[in-house]
């Protein structure tokens, strides 16, 4: 099921050609949590949209509250689109609230619910890093596409026209990843991190994953926790684990130390993004280069 996807997205998209119409001079305004989202604004809106991500490089988006400047963006925009499945789990009672008043749309609602992973440690909660899946996160694009072509619908041939051609980018992309991932070995595709942020991931390319903390940064981990992963890794002889930029390295470096201890060497392979981009400019500040970037870093360090 899982291969006709994305087909299935680029089918939805009906292709049009055009640019945008200059009714006005005013851009559609846009505010996202992560830079994720906001990547795929961009990419529908091109120079016809202003989009703002209020979580930028290195933030954690479980743990992050809003500042009276984010309150004053949101107020401002024209559209706000955030993850959903609770993964701003602070911000939930200010989008209620805008929702009253503004288009506020959680773009997981545009996601087949049963390719959704339940988390394992709380009854009914969802996981929802599924930026992870190249081909879950393609569903986006027609949440975005759908409720800017509402607000603008001027510009509807242009954004139809952008959203197809990144649709198309993010098939290769999975393509791509799918490929790469199964160069590593079989018994040497084990990804540990710091907490539980790739299960999509994992699921998606065919690679086993092991966080310390569960899929939110929030969850808490015991004495247990850390010595069932030491031994797991012990174990499996695993050469290489990974750190994150938006988690603290602390709690990596005490299994490294708990490996050392059982007489096993293991090293971090890499600094992996996952619930942010790069800085704005750089090739990981973009969606497509994010991905590219942390699969170039697990392979090189698992092969």
């Given amino acids: 099921m899982k291969k006709h996807f994305l087909p299935l997205i680029l089918s939805f ?7 945008p119409k200059e009714t006005n001079n005013e851009k559609l305004t846009i505010v996202t949590t992560t830079s994720m989202i906001a990547d795929v604004a961009k990419n529908i809106g091109k120079d016809s949209v202003s989009v703002t991500a209020l979580m930028g490089p290195g933030v954690d988006p479980h ?3 809003a500042t009276q400047g984010d309150l004053s963006r949101l107020q401002g925009a024209d559209i706000i689109l955030y993850n959903g499945l609770h993964l701003e789990g602070k911000m939930g009672e200010v989008f209620e609230k805008l929702a009253r008043i503004k288009t506020v749309v959680p773009v997981s609602k545009g996601v087949d619910p049963t390719f959704l992973l339940s988390d394992p440690v709380f009854t009914g909660s969802i996981d929802p890093h599924i930026w992870f899946d190249v081909s879950i996160w393609s569903a986006t694009i027609k949440e ?9 619908p001027d510009n509807e041939a242009f954004y139809e026209k952008n959203a197809i051609a990144y649709a198309q980018e993010l098939t290769d992309l999975h393509e791509w990843v799918t490929n790469e991932i199964a160069s590593i070995p079989y018994n040497q595709r084990i990804l540990i991190t710091a907490h539980d942020a790739f299960s999509y991931f994992g699921r998606a390319y065919g690679i086993e994953v092991r966080g310390l903390q569960g899929i939110s940064t929030l969850s808490e981990f015991g004495l247990k926790d850390r010595v069932d992963l030491v031994n797991f890794i012990v174990e499996k002889q695993i050469k290489a684990v990974f750190v994150e930029t938006s988690v603290s390295e602390k709690n990596i470096k005490a299994i490294i130390e708990g490996c050392q201890q059982k007489g096993h060497n293991v090293v971090i392979g890499g600094r ?8 704005e400019g750089t090739a990981e500040g973009t969606y497509i280069g994010m991905v590219k970037a942390n699969v170039n870093i697990i392979v090189n360090a698992l092969k």
Avoid: P, Q, R, W
Avoid at 13 to 19: D, R
Avoid at 144 to 152: G, H
């Fill in 13 to 19: 998209l009906l292709f049009a050609c055009g640019n």
């Fill in 63 to 65: 743990l992050y509250k």
């Fill in 144 to 152: 975005v596409l759908a409720i800017m072509i509402e607000t603008d």
């Fill in 272 to 279: 992996l993004y996952s619930d942010a981009m790069g800085a």
